[in-house]
């Protein structure tokens, strides 16, 4: 899959997404938002100015969503995306309305429908995590100037092939045939326990 895929999984098969701004303290607040469309830019939805969702996106533009899709835990595929929203007003509007014209019904007329905005998510990068998969399944991407997030957990040249790390491991995730030992990225749960059960703190973590 390629990034379009993955903005194009958000829009049409998750939809809802709860999303997070952040407010005026410095502290998280979460929405549940539909992505209406999308492009290899980015993604669109739509909010009414008067909401305080509307304030805290302009006022702080860093977002970040999640949406799950699947019947149960183990069936489901969950996307996650950080970023930055920008308004691009009420020019796309018609798009996202054809699009979606359930919207007709929440804003039946053009006068209810002038309260309403469009913003992009127009650069961030992302997280593919399939849970249904055997072993799961785990993906990275990047849109617009988006810089793509770095592994959670790798293995320097301190390694002494002790194969702890393997015997921990809930996936099975670790290439032991070299030296030093490979985390297989796209399978890893990034639980920690090689990390923790490293002689010779030859497993590095990165990030927050």
Not at 33 to 50: E, H, R, S, V
Request: one cysteine or more; glycine letters at 6%; proline letters at 4%.
């Amino acid at each position: 899959m390629n990034t379009t895929d993955y903005l194009k999984y958000i829009v049409e098969t998750i939809h809802t997404t709860v999303v997070a701004t952040v407010d005026d303290n410095g502290l998280p607040v979460t929405t549940a938002i539909d992505m209406m469309d999308y492009d290899k830019n980015g993604l669109y939805f739509l909010t009414a100015k008067g909401k305080s969702f509307y304030d805290r996106l302009t006022c702080h533009s860093a977002i970040a969503l999640t949406g799950i899709h699947g019947t149960d835990t183990m069936s489901c595929i969950a996307v996650s995306i950080r970023g930055k929203a920008r308004e691009l007003g009420s020019a796309p509007l018609s798009r996202l309305f054809e699009k979606n014209p359930y919207m007709n019904e929440i804003y039946p007329t053009a006068e209810s429908q002038t309260a309403l905005t469009v913003f992009q998510i127009y650069e961030g990068n992302g997280e593919w995590f399939d849970l249904s998969k055997k072993p799961i399944e785990r993906a990275t991407f990047t849109f617009g100037d988006g810089i793509e997030t770095p592994e959670r957990y790798f293995v320097i040249d301190k390694c002494i092939g002790c194969k702890f790390c393997y015997s921990k491991c809930p996936q099975k995730c670790i290439d032991i045939s070299v030296k030093p030992v490979v985390i297989l990225q796209e399978n890893c749960l990034h639980c920690g326990n090689c990390y923790e059960v490293c002689p010779a703190r030859a497993v590095v973590k990165r990030g927050i």
